[in-house]
T-cell receptor
Framework: GAGVSQTPSNKVTEKGKYVELRCDPISGHTALYWYRQSLGQGPEFLIYFQGTGAADDSGLPNDRFFAVRPEGSVSTLKIQRTERGDSAVYLC??????????????FGPGTRLTVL | KNQVEQSPQSLIILEGKNCTLQCNYTVSPFSNLRWYKQDTGRGPVSLTIMTFSENTKSNGRYTATLDADTKQSSLHITASQLSDSASYICVVSEPGGYQKVTFGTGTKLQVIP
């Protein structure tokens, strides 16, 4: 595709429910990142995939959060037993290679999650 | 812990005026620093990237500077336009095959007519 896409753009759920957020990276990009952004803050790292494997999941806040990328392209961020504190914009980014090699991360528009 | 701090937190300027945004970081070792522009409701978009050896880089009306010794960077916006209203985020990457990037909290710029 032309850019990184994320669905849904908005998600409203009730406390305790399960949600899935989807990211479609740019075709051919092996690196994929998930971030969480609260109002007025910069993105906070959650997890990084290189190909199909989660190379670093140290940013996931607890075991309610899980992400997969089974075929090395589309990724799904899964949140179980949602809490009000999970409300934020969840951003996905992809790059041709890791950013430390100078490759730009291209961000999707984000999914705004609201937990009531 | 690696940190990236930005100032000011927010800024309001008149259309046509210049402004400078600051970024201080403690990330070490260092690979590159990017400035991103994030419009409301959108994902961040890269404006400039600088490596250790670069001191300044321009992209139209945006000019970024880097002092790797003091670990400071600035983003200067010349002749501001209403469309410059956005959050500007400083992002620092470490070197190596895989690295996390460290994001600053951003400066929210509002350009008013």
């Amino acid at each position: 595709g032309a850019g990184v896409s994320q669905t849904p753009s908005n998600k409203v759920t009730e406390k305790g429910k399960y949600v899935e957020l989807r990211c479609d990276p740019i075709s051919g990009h092996t690196a994929l990142y998930w971030y969480r952004q609260s109002l007025g803050q910069g993105p906070e790292f959650l997890i990084y995939f290189q190909g199909t494997g989660a190379a670093d999941d140290s940013g996931l806040p607890n075991d309610r959060f899980f992400a997969v990328r089974p075929e090395g392209s589309v990724s799904t961020l899964k949140i179980q037993r949602t809490e009000r504190g999970d409300s934020a914009v969840y951003l996905c980014a992809s790059s041709l290679a890791p950013p430390g090699q100078g490759h730009e991360q291209f961000f999707g528009p984000g999914t705004r999650l609201t937990v009531l | 812990k690696n940190q990236v701090e930005q100032s000011p937190q927010s800024l309001i300027i008149l259309e046509g005026k210049n402004c400078t945004l600051q970024c201080n970081y403690t990330v070490s070792p260092f690979s590159n620093l990017r400035w991103y522009k994030q419009d409301t409701g959108r994902g961040p978009v890269s404006l400039t990237i600088m490596t250790f050896s670069e001191n300044t880089k321009s992209n139209g009306r945006y000019t970024a500077t880097l002092d790797a010794d003091t670990k400071q960077s600035s983003l200067h916006i010349t002749a501001s336009q209403l469309s410059d209203s956005a959050s500007y985020i400083c992002v620092v990457s470490e070197p190596g095959g895989y690295q996390k990037v460290t994001f600053g909290t951003g400066t929210k710029l509002q350009v008013i007519p």
